[in-house]
């Protein structure tokens, strides 16, 4: 099958050929070096240089400032390139300025925001300062406080584990404005490091990580630093809710760049096992190690379309983001760590090795991680997920007409800017890719895929079901205390959701790619069947299919997500 075009910008194929081929031992950003680096808790430098050459934080700014940052879904593609040789280059280098970026430009006025565009397009860096850690995911019980003085304001307070705030020329900060409770308590203060008192910050020891070793974590003390009013962004009071609104856009694409970690992983594994020679034939030639390769390259396929579904709809349906920032968030995490565990156990102690041609996955496996609890964990997306739940199942699950856009689904179309004054706070109940499943049912078939028709009527019982109990949920059922069995709706959700955006990517897709063929989309739904604690084999066909094209790529040198693009292997 032909690589899908249109889904990558050109210039994610220019970084991956700057940044060379992870095998070759001479290479300063390949293998070797990477490895070399984690085993010193240091950045890759050459990797940084390379990255400051090439302009990577034009990725993070919007084209009206003079960057790159046009489709959310190209943004992850680019950044792929990265996490697939170092997950720590790509957190340490670039994701922490994307995370302050996007608050800037969702609250920041034009004095901000230029500012902040210079900085980065200058090769400098943004540190998101939110993390105290007493409160965790807990953003609302933030300490740091920012009182008013005669000529602006205050900062008093820790922040922790904030990654480069300590090589950060500038960083966003969550601070306390009002001592009262409530939603207008806190207020998010850009601070200059230049233009500041050093007398009245403390660097903070560094913290140490098992994974993403190479990464600056850091901390600061502020000790009554005097900032202007104007660093405010926005109105007073209203930093959580700007957090809220632009940290679905973080949400969304950093799970997504993630699954470069596990395109590598597989890959590592994939070699090894080629090469590994077992009862007098390779380890691929055993039924157990085919079935497990080729169901983690469906979750890999899987993920990555409910993340490219993710990402366009932050385009084209931004008041339903926060739904869906939180499932991609919640589920491709999931998949991905699910997936690189069942991999370690094909690797068996080859895993653990941190030299010879396997020891990159061990640090992949650590560094992945974080996805599952950096920036919001995965239980605090089942938190945010489910107070929505009740007015989804009213307004959209349980009656046809609201259907999200077909492009939300061809992922080589293009997409409209990214509007971040049309991102809200919850959905209203609008759920439009989920209501595209009751189109699906209706649609037309051709004979041949009658059993995805039938798997999809299925769906649409369950989420009829789905939409009568959640229907019945009072407020007080649906807090921070909510019952097990109340959380347990929401990953229900999330699976259907992940289910009905799979079909639609694969109905969509241009049909000369590997996405039009229904083999991928049977061993999706195959995957996420319910019923299942761990997903079971495939059908014999699927997994032919699957492992064949897994093969092909391994062999022709393309990534094994949905792009299949050519990579500096």
Wanted: aromatic letters at 4%.
């Amino acid at each position: 099958m032909s690589t899908v075009t249109g889904l990558a910008p050109k210039r994610a194929d220019e970084l991956e050929q700057l940044l060379g081929s992870l095998s070759d031992p001479a290479n300063p950003t390949g293998t070797a070096a990477v490895l070399a680096a984690d085993e010193r808790a240091e950045m890759l430098v050459a990797g940084e240089s390379l990255l400051h050459s090439y302009g990577l934080n034009a990725e993070f700014v919007p084209p009206g400032l003079g960057g790159r940052l046009e489709r959310a879904d190209h943004l992850a593609e680019v950044m792929r390139a990265l996490y697939r040789r170092d997950p720590a280059l790509g957190l340490g280098y670039g994701a922490g300025s994307l995370i302050a970026g996007v608050t800037l430009w969702t609250a920041g006025d034009a004095r901000q925001t230029e500012h902040a565009a210079r900085l980065l397009l200058d090769g400098r860096r943004i540190a998101i300062a939110f993390h105290e850690l007493a409160h965790g995911n807990d953003m609302a019980g933030t300490e740091f406080a920012a009182t008013a003085a005669p000529d602006g304001l205050r900062l008093s307070g820790r922040k922790e584990v904030v990654t480069n705030i300590g090589r950060a020329d500038a960083m966003v900060v969550l601070a306390r404005t009002d001592p009262r409770p409530g939603p207008r308590s806190h207020s998010l203060v850009l601070v200059d490091r230049a233009s500041t008192d050093p007398a009245r910050l403390t660097d903070l020891p560094r913290f140490r990580t098992v994974g993403m070793r190479g990464v600056q974590l850091g901390g600061l003390r502020f000790d009554e630093l005097p900032v202007p009013a104007s660093a405010v962004l926005g109105p007073v009071g209203s930093g959580l809710e700007t957090a809220l609104k632009a940290l679905q856009i973080t949400r969304t694409v950093l799970p997504a760049m993630a699954t470069g970690i596990l395109d590598t992983g597989l890959r590592v594994t994939v070699d090894h096992l080629t090469r590994r020679r077992l009862y007098g034939g390779p380890a691929t030639a055993l039924p157990h190690v085919r079935s497990v390769l080729a169901g983690v390259f469906a979750d890999l396929l899987r993920a990555e379309a409910l993340g490219a579904v993710g990402a366009r709809a932050l385009h084209l349906v931004p008041g339903a983001a926060s739904v869906y920032a939180s499932a991609v968030k919640f589920e491709v995490s999931r998949l991905l760590l699910e997936a690189m565990d069942r991999l370690a156990e094909l690797l068996g102690a080859h895993f653990y090795l941190r030299e010879g041609p396997t020891a990159l996955f061990q640090k992949l496996l650590r560094d992945l991680a974080p996805v599952g609890f950096g920036h919001i964990a995965r239980a605090a997306c089942q938190t945010s997920l489910l107070p929505q739940l009740p007015l989804l199942a009213r307004r959209t699950w349980a009656r046809p007409g609201t259907e999200a856009p077909a492009d939300v689904f061809a992922l080589a179309e293009s997409l409209p800017p990214l509007r971040y004054d049309r991102l809200a706070l919850h959905a209203a109940g609008r759920d439009p890719v989920m209501g595209s499943l009751h189109a699906l049912v209706d649609a037309s078939w051709a004979p041949e895929h009658d059993d995805v028709r039938a798997v999809l009527r299925d769906d649409h019982a369950e989420l009829a079901e789905l939409a009568a109990v959640c229907g019945r949920l009072s407020p007080v059922e649906l807090g921070i205390d909510a019952r097990p069995e109340h959380y347990d709706l929401v990953t229900r959700y999330v699976r259907l959701l992940s289910r009905t955006a799979c079909v639609r990517v694969w109905r969509h897709a241009r049909p000369e790619s590997f996405l039009a063929d229904p083999a991928w989309l049977r061993a999706a739904l195959c995957r996420s069947a319910p019923g299942r604690h761990r997903p079971g084999p495939l059908p014999a066909q699927v997994e032919d299919t699957l492992f064949a094209e897994l093969l092909d790529r391994r062999d022709t040198g393309r990534s094994f997500g949905l792009t299949g693009r050519p990579l500096a292997v």
